[in-house]
Nanobody
């Protein structure tokens, strides 16, 4: 089973940007849809962005126009470019297949002034 390791989180001011990376332990070429999920304190984990094997993307309304998901099948890596960050984007971010398999540790994103 492919494992995922997320990185790139941190503390950023509102309006700032971050780029998250997700390194897979094996090939993601056979995973038709990859996604980025997030879980804010006291809330359920939600899918915020997904990309299929040919690069077609889909976003939650809350991040549409601000986040961009991409995948590099050759490097077994998935990215999430996050721009115009808001306080409400604060969460632990995870990557996983869609539907999900086993979860990694995630990476913390904190938007604060």
């Amino acid at each position: 089973q492919v494992q995922f390791v997320e990185s790139g989180g941190g503390l950023v001011q509102p309006g700032g940007s971050l780029r998250l990376s997700c390194a897979a332990s094996g090939s993601i070429f056979s995973i038709y849809v990859m996604g980025w999920y997030r879980q804010a304190p006291g809330k359920q984990r939600e899918l915020v962005a997904r990309v299929n094997i040919i690069g077609i993307t889909n976003y939650a309304d809350s991040v549409k126009g601000r986040f961009t998901i991409s995948r590099d099948n050759g490097k077994n890596t998935v990215y999430l470019q996050m721009n115009s960050l808001k306080f409400e984007d604060t969460a632990v971010y995870y990557c996983n297949s869609v539907p999900e398999s086993s979860w990694g540790q995630g990476t913390q994103v904190t938007v604060s002034s």
